[in-house]
């Protein structure tokens, strides 16, 4: 079991680390997301995702309900790319 939560550890380590930022704008812009997300539902002060893990249940959710065909490694790539651009979130667990 032990050895079983390391790797799944790692991985998750692994695949934040090499999350590609410039892929996450390219994913979010052909998906259209800005026709529901302007900048302002990531700055205000009422948003309603208020930590990185929130952020990444809310990206998979919105791919999946709006029929992005994104992979589960594309959607941290859109999930870095909003982190570093609004939300700022510190990513280390």
């Given at each position: 079991?032990?050895?079983k939560?390391?790797?799944l550890m790692f991985i998750f380590l692994f695949s934040f680390i090499?999350?590609?930022?410039?892929?996450?704008?390219?994913?979010?812009?052909?998906?259209e997301c800005a026709k529901c997300h302007t900048?302002?539902?990531f700055t205000h002060e009422d948003r309603k995702i208020k930590?990185?893990?929130?952020?990444e249940k809310q990206v998979k959710w919105c791919g999946y309900k709006n029929d992005a065909?994104?992979?589960d490694d594309e959607a941290l790539d859109v999930v870095k790319y909003l982190n570093h651009h609004y939300y700022k979130f510190p990513t280390q667990k």
């Open positions: 079991m032990k050895e939560t390391l790797s090499y999350a590609d930022e410039n892929n996450g704008k390219v994913l979010y812009t052909e998906a900048p302002d539902i930590s990185y893990e929130k952020l065909p994104w992979f």
